[in-house]
């Protein structure tokens, strides 16, 4: 069984950096895209970076492009996002998910979220003076 754990969240001015985490477990081949998204209060949940977990293809929403980065380590079985110059609009809580059906632009992209295999549990961004 799948299992995705983030970690990492927290308070942060606007303009600031922060780190998520997601570390995987029970992963198998067929679970190369991982993918942040995140839920603002009262909206869904958006893709906001994926990755392939073999290859280290990326792909980002729009709204973050140059300013997020995701990562992976292997060997650590971890899936990082590096958010900087954040906006208080990118408060929400922050889900890693992955779903063997998609491929990591797919997953980003696609509006079917909620029929995802796996999800974490969430981790809570705030960015607010």
């Known amino acids: 069984q799948v299992g995705l754990v983030e970690s990492g969240g927290g308070l942060v001015q606007p303009g600031g950096s922060l780190r998520l985490s997601c570390v995987m477990s029970?992963?198998?081949?067929?679970?190369?895209?991982i993918g942040w998204f995140r839920q603002a209060p009262g909206k869904g949940r958006e893709g906001i970076a994926c990755?392939?977990?073999?290859?280290?293809?990326?792909h980002y929403a729009g709204s973050v492009w140059g300013r997020f980065t995701i990562s992976r380590d292997n060997a650590k079985n971890t899936v990082y996002l590096q958010m900087n110059k954040v906006t208080p609009d990118e408060t929400g809580v922050y889900y890693c998910?992955?779903?063997?059906?998609?491929?990591?632009?797919?997953?980003?992209?696609?509006?079917?979220?909620?029929?995802?295999?796996?999800w974490g549990q969430g981790t809570q961004v705030t960015v607010s003076t």
């Open positions: 998910a992955t779903d063997p059906f998609f491929g990591v632009q797919a997953l980003c992209a696609t509006h079917k979220w909620r029929d995802f295999a796996s």
């Open positions: 029970g992963l198998t081949s067929e679970d190369d895209a």
């Open positions: 990755i392939s977990r073999s290859d280290g293809a990326t």
